[in-house]
């Protein structure tokens, strides 16, 4: 299982998994009778939204296989790609032991490697949200509803583990 490696890039899929960034979308004006009913999903929609939870946390768990066979076929543990990563998040940390030229090139490649896994899962996961005949708007709207709401919250983990 992973632990500590990965933290970015999981933190990033995971994020990802339940609620896309409206990049290259321009929302309608919402209408200013009754915004808050278009928020409230129908029991459709949360039907639909669970499908998509559901296929999205497969396209996540293939997606962190992936990037851990990255950094192992680049000759890296995952801690030690984590303690690199951390390194160049903030300069002030420091490695329990220097990095060296071969590790930074392997870690720089791996990079590479996990933005792509990351972009390829992404386009996976606003697909798995279109196929249950939502949109990716729509999916956030749900999805902000339902961390309002304990009880919606409880019924789509139900839906989830069905």
């Known amino acids: 299982m992973i632990k500590n490696a990965l933290t970015a890039f999981c933190t990033v899929a995971l994020l990802s998994a339940v609620h896309f960034p409206a990049q290259a979308q321009k ?19 949360v039907q639909k939204f ?15 296989q992936q990037a851990v066979q990255a950094i192992q076929g680049e000759g890296l543990t ?7 990563y951390k390194t160049q998040a903030n300069p002030k940390a420091t ?3 220097q990095i060296q030229p071969k590790e930074r090139q392997s870690y720089d490649r791996v990079v590479v490697k996990l933005v792509s896994i990351q972009k390829d ?8 949200v279109q ?8 999916f956030n ?13 409880q019924e789509v ?4 583990r069905k």
């Open 121 to 128: 899962s992404q386009a996976k996961m606003e697909k798995a």
């Open 95 to 97: 490695p329990t032991s």
């Open 50 to 64: 669970a499908g998509a939870i559901k296929q999205i946390l497969v396209i996540n768990k293939t997606s962190e």
């Open 78 to 84: 995952p801690q030690r790609f984590d303690e690199i």
């Open 27 to 45: 929302p309608a004006p919402a209408p200013q009778a009754a915004p808050a009913a278009s928020s409230q999903p129908s029991k459709d929609e």
């Open 141 to 153: 709207q749900i999805f902000e509803a339902i961390q309002k709401n304990p009880q919606l919250k």
């Open 131 to 138: 196929d249950q005949g939502l949109n990716v708007q729509r």
């Open 157 to 160: 983990q139900q839906l989830i």
